[in-house]
T-cell receptor, first 114, second 115 residues
Framework: DQQVKQNSPSLSVQEGRISILNCDYT??????FLWYKKYPAEGPTFLIS?????DKNEDGRFTVFLNKSAKHLSLHIVPSQPGDSAVYFC?????????????FGKGTLLTVNP | DTAVSQTPKYLVTQMGNDKSIKCEQN?????MYWYKQDSKKFLKIMFS???????INETVPNRFSPKSPDKAHLNLHINSLELGDSAVYFC??????????????FGPGTRLTVL
């Protein structure tokens, strides 16, 4: 039961252009969403997050958009740089219970070509 | 200075063996986790501990036993290894009880291969 789905296993973009990574979720209890970035042979590192009370959060070149009605979020990277090449995981959590846990998608491999 | 470290990085073993993976964090965090990333690439939580107390146990087989000697360490012991245990295991930590706003910091992972 995939509660967090990243339907694009890979994405390739040119340096300087925009990268858009998409994520869909099915659990309506999810109210906090995160993006993690992972380089080969390393663990995931936190990138950016958004609460369900917002529809946009921006941090430098990274912006996350949340569309609650569509249960969809996206990560925009502008401009894309070769160092952004990594696997990007979307994750979600529900704050209603006492034990918060992250549910991850399968990840999207982003390749930024020079 | 590695924030979350795991040993070993690679582990190759035979079916039926018992093995352990160690995790240490030097961030002063109260909560630690074990995740499994299987061949389908899903990263799934297995356990979480807060101040040495088990908080989350995600219906993991009894062959997996986490042990937290202190809040800076969370080790994972696996008995009677099976082929399906082959995966990358990530340790992580966060400041508090895993509140959504608490960033989780991950270790580099341990690739376990069961032959």
């Amino acid at each position: 039961d995939q509660q967090v789905k990243q339907n694009s296993p890979s994405l390739s973009v040119q340096e300087g252009r925009i990268s858009i990574l998409n994520c869909d979720y099915t659990n309506s209890m999810f109210d906090y969403f995160l993006w993690y970035k992972k380089y080969p042979a390393e663990g995931p590192t936190f990138l950016i997050s958004i609460s369900s009370i917002k529809d946009k959060n921006e941090d430098g070149r990274f912006t996350v958009f949340l569309n609650k009605s569509a249960k969809h979020l996206s990560l925009h990277i502008v401009p894309s740089q070769p160092g952004d090449s990594a696997v990007y995981f979307c994750a979600a959590s529900a704050s209603g219970g006492s034990n918060y846990k992250l549910t991850f998608g399968k990840g999207t491999l982003l390749t930024v070509n020079p | 200075d590695t924030a979350v470290s795991q040993t070993p990085k690679y582990l190759v073993t035979q079916m039926g063996n018992d093995k352990s993976i160690k995790c240490e964090q030097n961030l002063g965090h109260d909560t630690m986790y074990w995740y499994k990333q299987d061949s389908k690439k899903f990263l799934k939580i297995m356990f979480s501990y807060n101040n040495k107390e088990l908080i989350i146990n995600e219906t993991v087989p009894n062959r997996f036993s986490p042990k937290s000697p202190d809040k800076a360490h969370l080790n994972l012991h696996i008995n009677s290894l099976e082929l399906g245990d082959s995966a990358v295991y990530f340790c992580a930590s966060s400041q508090d009880l895993g509140f959504p706003t608490d960033t989780q910091y991950f270790g580099p992972g341990t690739r376990l291969t069961v032959l």
